[in-house]
């Protein structure tokens, strides 16, 4: 019953579940969140307090269910299926928040913030970007000075994913990335910051998002923020390491979006293709046609077959995996967006519309050359990781 | 309370079925499989039946070797443990219920919840079948269930509205769409049930000669429907009612 894309029969009856609850629960409201720009929270908290997604790679004993990256693949290539913007809040949560949590955090920070966040009562997120420092990362201008038994935090993080879970809501818990002591240092440290710290707030949710519209984006302001030094998650100044473990598995769930933006693309146009006639003739006997349907099913697998091979062999508390889960994510993000605007054009006129679903998986699918890395940062990551290397095993 | 519940593996009501070329069965190549939608109102009543009263579920299933994942679901929802009757041949619903009269003999349940029909043959005969063979009252096309004192009370949907029927346990119920909304087999679930129990018979364990009695001689699609038209006149309507229709 296992397969390359199931290992177990676990991970079967996981991507069945996840699947059913997408097609009878996510994919039903995507199209009006995207329009009106709305987080769904009622549904993302069942994706915790009902199946159990919320903390698919945290250990049992804080709440998780203790599976590997695998499972997170196919979690997102699921949902990303039904509804990336959905999807996307998903793994900020559940990638950049939990799992960073349950790999770099101590058990005291685990014990007190895992249950909540995988059974959906907290919604959390991670502070990486600001507005200054993208790809960048280490010009980041977030400072975090030592005060007593506190650390003080001041700055701006800038495209923060469940940053907002409403127009003028906070999330709920978010690990924010700051420099130690001083801007010019190199040394990043990680701190926890909850909702209603004194001077932690909102800075602004961000409007008029191409796609990726059913998820908040926002800028979070940090002004004198005083955390206490319980909130500091592993050493200080030792931030980078973690960075790095958590960048992995994020690249290759944000690759399995894609994956799922592809399938659910090539379902559409393949279904169109065959029931639409054009000079007397379903369109998939039109050799134009069937390269679009072709060069996408070859594409999409050659990518899953690489996204699931990454995922075997990474382990999540490790790092050292960055050629290939930037490799993957590389790949797949303009695989997924070539995709949907194949179908796009398979459909026509049909496809530049809302009702066919293709158009917004080809707004959200940019989103993936950009967030998490862009692919000309995955372009110098991977020459470099590449350029130590003088044969290839 | 000791709860049976059965489970059939089916063909994705949701795919396209293909007929073979030489109309012996339906092609599998392919396929994808699934829990019959309504077993999964039955083992959602058990779980919430356990809930109220505790007690014990059984989860059963009639079928191939593969079958053990369609009782692995039901396990993820929250059964306690299987009972895989292991056959690779295509029953008919009077071997499956003579099956499943020896497995209930051996349980000895207090009740018994079924699917009304499975959504790939729509026989709705199996739980009909069993009662008979076991001696017990039946309450089909149940939308309601209520337990106490070793009656259950059944709402019934029933051709122009429903009804109400009383029952003394053990009994057998088959369950409709209204029952109840079944849960999603949650990761938690899906992770516990790997350590439940799954026995294997076959129906020769059980004693049951399992050759069919009714055969299926040959599978035929239906007719394919024609595309509608639109008439510009109901002149022209009556005309194509008289001369395509054959209507009036
Ligand atoms: C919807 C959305 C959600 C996001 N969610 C989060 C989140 O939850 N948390 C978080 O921390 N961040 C988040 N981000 C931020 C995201 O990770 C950054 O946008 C991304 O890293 C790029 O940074 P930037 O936008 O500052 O672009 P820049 O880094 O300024 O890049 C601009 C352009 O220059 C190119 N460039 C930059 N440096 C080089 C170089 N050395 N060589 C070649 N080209 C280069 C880039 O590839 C790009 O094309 C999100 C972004 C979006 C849009």
């Not at chain 1, 001077?199 to 940090?222: C, D, P, W, Y």
């Not at chain 1, 146009?269 to 065959?274: E, F, G, Q």
Request: net charge negative; charged share 25%; proline share 3%.
């Amino acid at each position: 019953m296992a397969d390359f894309f199931n290992p177990t029969e676990e991970h079967k009856q996981l991507r069945e579940m996840v699947r059913s609850f997408a097609e009878r629960e996510v994919a039903p409201q995507a199209e009006e969140h995207d329009r009106a720009e709305r987080f769904n929270v009622d549904l993302f908290r069942r994706l915790g307090s009902e199946l159990g997604l919320l903390g698919v790679t945290v250990p049992l004993e804080f709440g998780g269910s203790g599976m590997d990256a695998t499972a997170a693949v196919i979690v997102h290539e699921e949902l990303a299926a039904a509804d990336p913007g959905f999807c996307l809040a998903y793994l900020a949560h559940s990638m950049l928040f939990v799992n960073n949590l349950a790999v770099n955090g101590n058990d005291d920070q685990r014990q007190r913030i895992l249950p909540g966040a995988c059974d959906g009562t907290l919604i959390g997120g991670m502070c990486m970007s600001e507005p200054n420092a993208g790809t960048d990362v280490l010009a980041m201008g977030t400072v975090a000075r030592e005060d007593g038994d506190h650390f003080v935090l001041d700055g701006q993080k800038m495209w923060i994913t469940n940053g907002a879970i409403s127009d003028s809501e906070l999330g709920d818990v978010f690990l924010v990335y700051a420099k130690q002591e001083e801007r010019s240092s190199r040394a990043l440290s990680l701190f926890l910051v909850e909702k209603g710290t004194p001077g932690f707030s909102l800075g602004q949710k961000i409007h008029n998002k191409l796609g990726m519209r059913a998820s908040t984006t926002a800028e979070l302001v940090f002004d004198g923020v005083r955390v206490p030094k319980e909130n500091l998650v592993s050493a200080p100044g030792g931030a980078v390491k973690s960075m790095m473990r958590n960048l992995a598995i994020e690249r290759v769930t944000l690759a399995a979006m894609s994956l799922g933006i592809a399938r659910r693309s090539i379902e559409i146009m393949n279904d169109y293709a065959r029931d639409r006639a054009a000079f007397g003739q379903p369109l998939n006997r039109f050799g134009q046609i069937q390269r679009h349907i072709a060069e996408s099913y070859a594409e999409y697998m050659a990518g899953r077959a690489y996204t699931y091979q990454v995922a075997s062999q990474l382990s999540l508390d490790a790092f050292g995996n960055r050629l290939d889960s930037d490799g993957v994510k590389l790949y797949c993000s303009t695989m997924g967006k070539n995709v949907a605007d194949r179908a796009i054009q398979v459909l026509g006129g049909y496809g530049y519309v809302g009702e066919y679903q293709v158009e917004r998986l080809w707004r959200d699918a940019k989103l993936l050359e950009i967030g998490g890395g862009t692919i000309e940062a995955h372009h110098k990551n991977m020459t470099r990781d590449l350029s130590g290397l003088d044969k290839l095993l | 309370m000791k709860i049976v519940t059965t489970v059939k593996r089916v063909t994705d009501p949701d795919m396209k079925v293909k007929i073979k070329p030489d109309g012996t069965g339906i092609v599998t190549d392919g396929v994808e499989y699934r829990m019959n939608y309504f077993d999964e109102y039955g083992v959602e009543e058990a779980i919430r039946l356990k809930q109220e009263h505790g007690g014990e579920i059984v989860v059963v299933s009639v079928g191939a070797d593969a079958s053990t994942k369609e009782i692995r679901t039901a396990l993820a929802m929250g059964a306690d443990r299987g009972i895989l009757v292991e056959t690779d041949e295509e029953l008919d619903s009077d071997a499956v219920a003579r099956v499943l009269a020896e497995v209930i003999k051996e349980e000895a349940p207090d009740i018994v919840l079924m699917g009304k029909q499975s959504v790939d043959t729509d026989r709705n005969q199996a739980g009909q079948m069993l009662a008979a063979y076991l001696g017990y009252p039946q309450a089909t096309f149940a939308f309601e269930l209520k337990v106490a004192d070793g009656w259950a009370t059944v709402g019934r949907e029933v051709d122009g509205g429903t009804s109400t029927k009383r029952v003394k346990l053990p009994a057998i119920v088959t369950a409709d769409l209204r029952l109840n909304e079944p849960r999603y087999a949650s990761l938690p679930g899906i992770i516990k049930a790997k350590r439940k129990k799954i026995d294997r018979k076959t129906p020769g364990d059980l004693g049951v000669d399992t050759a069919n009695r009714v055969n299926v001689l040959q599978y035929e699609a239906p007719e394919t429907r024609a595309a509608g038209q639109i008439v510009e006149s109901v002149d022209e309507l009556i005309e194509k009612l008289r001369t395509e229709a054959k209507a009036l």
